[in-house]
């Protein structure tokens, strides 16, 4: 069920951000609104979301709307997004930020444990592409999903989330190829570490980006031309390297 707050000012276009509420996807919904999108916030939490869409239209005069839905147990997020797009203009950008990971992703998970991994991080992206891909082809519109460059390659934690994540970018290489005429534009930014309650407090390897400065990057180039992104962008070289490793010296990796 979607809130609807009323419109201040009159938007050329609609952004969906899935996954709204905190981090990176509540800084693309901050910088979107600041830029003069029309917002669609999707998030679990109605609180959160509608507090957010409030605030975004009272700051930037947009409209702005929040959509409550757990995407672990919706079985067509993309219908209920689809749904609540009702009424504002024109759809020009998704972008799936929404993502969820557990300490304990080790290859010891039960099924209902595995499920919501694979129904957060792969199939409510795929499932809410396909649902608003009609919209986004009538207008020549761009799709952003985020990856990770945990799924670089496999190693023996974060099993479900990186096999999850991988897939993405199967998914994000054939809607490049179905389109390659030009008609949608697809985005796979490859993230490295976030500053985030996710990441706080706890011991990196490598520092941590800050969210607000990655939101700004990728609302920028929403007319850049379609590929993977790593960002902050040396994350391309680690993974490089990582994908590059001998097994006999990849295999000793624990951090």
């Known amino acids: 069920m979607s809130t609807t707050i009323p419109i201040a000012t009159a938007a050329a276009d609609t952004a969906v951000v899935v996954g709204a509420s905190s981090g990176l996807g509540r800084a693309l919904a901050t910088e979107l609104a600041r830029r003069g999108h029309a917002v669609l916030l999707v998030a679990s939490d109605r609180r ?3 507090a957010l869409a409030a605030d ?3 700051r930037h005069g947009v409209p702005a709307r929040g959509l409550a839905l757990d995407l672990a147990r919706s079985a067509d997020p993309g219908g209920a997004i689809g749904a ?5 203009p024109p759809l020009a950008a998704v972008l799936i930020p929404a993502g969820w990971s557990r300490h304990d992703d080790d290859g010891t998970l ?3 444990a595995i499920g ?4 957060i991080n792969l199939h409510a992206p795929l499932a809410i592409a396909h649902a608003l891909l009609p919209a986004l082809l009538e207008h020549r519109g761009t799709l952003v999903l985020f990856g990770s460059v945990a799924a670089e390659r496999g190693r023996g934690r974060n099993i479900v989330y990186a096999a999850a994540k991988r897939g993405l970018v199967s998914f994000a290489q054939s809607l ?8 949608l534009r697809v985005q796979l930014y490859q993230l490295g570490f976030l500053r985030s309650n996710l990441t706080h407090g706890l011991r990196l390897p490598l520092p941590a980006a800050e969210p607000d400065g990655i939101a700004r990057d990728v609302v920028a180039g ?5 590929g993977t992104y790593y960002r902050p962008g040396w ?5 490089l390297i990582v994908r590059s490793l001998p097994w006999f010296v990849f295999r000793r990796m624990k951090d």
């Open 48 to 50: 959160d979301v509608d």
């Open 222 to 226: 929403l007319a850049r031309r379609d």
């Open 176 to 183: 490049r190829h179905r389109h390659a005429d030009g008609a």
């Open 116 to 119: 919501q991994l694979l129904a």
């Open 84 to 88: 609540a797009l009702d009424g504002l």
């Open 235 to 239: 994350w391309a070289l680690v993974a």
């Open 110 to 112: 039960d099924t209902a």
């Open 56 to 58: 975004l239209q009272l």
